[in-house]
């Protein structure tokens, strides 16, 4: 096969290898004993979804819902997408499950793979991990401090370097479409200045002109109306206490008024974590406050008939999802540890019956609770001992026709056994050390 044909992952996408593979284990390790510590409980939900699910919850006037979701016909004109995110997964799931039975708040985390039809480049991919936390079902505002100071300290231990807190408040309700109108009439009129993609977000979603990168837009948004000055009372107050509490847990912050998010469906608190060890792509994580979106999510198509109708309280939820690979890019992650292996079975002459009783003494050992492996690709002797040693083996048997020689690779000796008493011989060798 010449070089041009030979199949390679899809762009955008990548396989994730040996040490690798070692770094982010441990990553998985410290944001469980974090979360799990904090009453946070694992959730896995499908990779695909129906597309309907990110139209209604991520907002159609988004980035994800307009240019870049992975979508198919499942064969029954019935459209389905691969999860670009996973908020809206687990308010479906927080419905079809009926956890509003629950004690609340339900903390939920977890660590999956996402995809987004993206321009790939550094810290940018289409099919991405993130790890992510969600509290559904409270509006305490110590809810959203307890989820920012989660984040910062999984940043930390995994040693992400340069790393900002850039807070802010969206606001709710009716504060949120007073400024909403507001914005948009000082849009209309400097539309002249502004980018097409801009203006043709005026209507549907005016607030994402403040994370435009273009120029003409930026000198506009420099003089525009400011959210954090149209803030309902409670809104106001709610902001304040989530400040405070940030304070309290000596995790510091910037206020950042033009912070508005990607997705639709924050309200109130929303913040993000940059690190400027990243290049252009600088945001670790983030997240916000979702009050309103579960209700989005439950919905019916059809209302239902009067009578019928129970009015449940609302489900306020605060999230966020920080990407993985960005995390290992930006962080100093503790060395992976090799993990040594208690016994090497090696075959003194090759043939079926000394791999019949090398597979016998593999199952056995395995059986004891030994962490074993075996010769497997027909190396020499002496090939055989140097892989062991590579494998950090403390013991080696070299398995013959009628007995069984045990090194100590440690010790450095070597005893002749009958083959059936190998096992309690490491055993005791393993329990003297
Ligand atoms: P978002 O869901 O867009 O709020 O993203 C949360 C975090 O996920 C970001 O801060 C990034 O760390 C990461 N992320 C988002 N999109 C991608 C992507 N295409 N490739 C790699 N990481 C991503």
Known sequence: MSREERIKAPRGTFDVLGEQAGVRSILEG????????????????????????????????????????FSLDDGGGRSLTLRPEGTAPICRAYVEHGMHKRKQPVKLWYLSSFF???????????????????????????????????????????????????LSSLGSGESRSEYRERLQVYLRAHEASLSEEVRGRIELNPLRAFDSDHEGTKRIMENAPRLLDFLSLEDAEHFAQVRD?????????????????????????????????????????????????????????????????????????????????????????????????DLFVALDTPGTSSRRAAFGLLAEARSAGLTAQMELAGRSLKGQLGYANVLGARYVAIVGKDETGLKDMQGGGQERLATDTVIHAVLRGLRTL
Not at 39 to 55: C, D, H
Not at 245 to 253: D, Q, R, S
């Open 116 to 166: 987004r039809h993206e321009r790939a480049q550094a810290g940018r991919y289409r099919q991405f991990w993130q790890v992510g936390a969600e509290a559904l079902g409270s509006e305490d505002p110590a809810v959203d401090a307890e989820s920012i100071v989660l984040l910062s300290a999984l940043l930390e231990e995994m040693g992400v370097r340069g790393v900002r807190l850039r």
């Open 30 to 69: 410290r944001a469980r004993s974090i979360l799990e510590g904090a009453g946070y409980e694992r959730i896995e939900t499908p990779v695909l979804e129906a597309t309907e699910l990110f139209a209604r919850g991520v907002g159609s006037s988004t980035d994800i819902v307009q240019k870049e979701m």
């Open 245 to 341: 509490l940030l304070e309290v847990a000596k995790v510091p912050y910037e206020v950042d008024q033009t912070l508005v998010r990607g997705l639709d469906y924050y309200t109130r608190t929303v913040f993000e974590f940059t690190s400027d060890a990243l290049g252009a792509q600088s945001g670790v994580g983030g997240g916000g406050r979702y009050d309103g979106l579960v209700e989005k999510i439950k919905s019916p198509a059809t209302p239902p008939t009067f009578g019928t109708m129970i009015k449940s309280p609302p489900t306020p939820g605060m999230g966020w999802a920080a990407g993985i690979e960005r995390i290992l890019l930006a962080g100093d992650p503790p060395p992976v540890a090799v993990s040594p292996i």
